[in-house]
């Protein structure tokens, strides 16, 4: 078997961890502190996010975007597959070397989405956008960790708080939609978003799209007007998006 190679490392801001970049023949992973975060192979869930959350502003004449993480550009691609030619994405990177990791060796993966004239790219934590612009979105698209608990860094959990979620539906233009990725089912999250004021449905999606893999769980969590109580609207979507 072709060995993996260290192409890069950097340190996560503001945290005490490496962040490192491997390849292995065509095959390329993310880690941090040498767990894997993502792997090129593995991506039909990202893809499946953006499609369930651009779908419902599509047909705006022209949507405003927000994606929190980079990663490996597989997120990015999609929305704007899915979004017309007048749509502006904006990523929140925090970590330069990924911008540059999809901008050099990552850069084929997704189809060089960060060459799109609709893409802006800011190097900046996701967490300050959301707290300085109002009503500025009309989806916003979190994949900046492994879910409601952080595991590349600690800070990333307010994002997943209520305050955090306050933040998120004030970003947010009226009828806007807030889609979250996560590795894993979390039902008292869940229950969190409906109280910040979000019509949500839960999502199950294979990790590798239509060539199966583990589930993955989304959150497309519609703004309401008022905050909400717990409901039953939670659903499972058993389409996968193409890997």
């Not at 994606?67 to 997120?75: A, D, H, P, Q, R």
């Not at 999609?78 to 330069?96: F, H, T, Y």
């Not at 590795?183 to 978003?193: E, G, T, V």
Request: hydrophobic share 45%; with cysteine; net charge neutral.
């Amino acid at each position: 078997m072709i060995p993996w190679q260290l192409l890069d490392s950097t340190q996560v801001p503001g945290e005490n961890k490496d962040l490192c970049l491997y390849q292995r023949g065509g095959e390329f992973s993310i880690r941090v502190d040498g767990s894997e975060l993502m792997n090129s192979r593995v991506h039909g869930s990202e893809a499946a996010m953006a499609e369930l959350a651009c779908a419902r502003i599509a047909s705006l004449p022209c949507p405003q975007v927000l994606i929190g993480g980079l990663g490996m550009g597989y997120t990015l691609a999609a929305a704007l597959n899915r979004l017309g030619a007048e749509s502006q994405v904006v990523v929140a990177e925090l970590v330069p070397a990924v911008v540059a990791w999809n901008r050099g060796p990552l850069a084929a993966l997704a189809g060089r989405p960060l060459d799109d004239d609709r893409v802006t790219v800011r190097e900046v934590d996701v967490a300050q956008i959301l707290q300085a612009e109002h009503r500025a979105y009309d989806a916003i698209l979190l994949d900046v960790d492994n879910g409601p608990r952080g595991l590349t860094r600690k800070s990333n959990d307010w994002l997943y708080t209520r305050t955090g979620l306050d933040a998120a539906f004030t970003a947010l233009r009226p009828a806007g939609v807030f889609a979250l990725w996560s590795a894993s089912p979390d039902r008292a999250f869940a229950q969190l978003l409906r109280k910040a004021g979000f019509a949500v449905d839960e999502k199950r999606v294979r990790a590798r799209g239509p060539r199966g893999g583990g589930y993955h769980t989304i959150w497309i969590a519609g703004r309401g007007v008022q905050p909400l109580l717990p409901s039953h609207q939670s659903s499972v979507w058993p389409r996968s998006a193409s890997d």
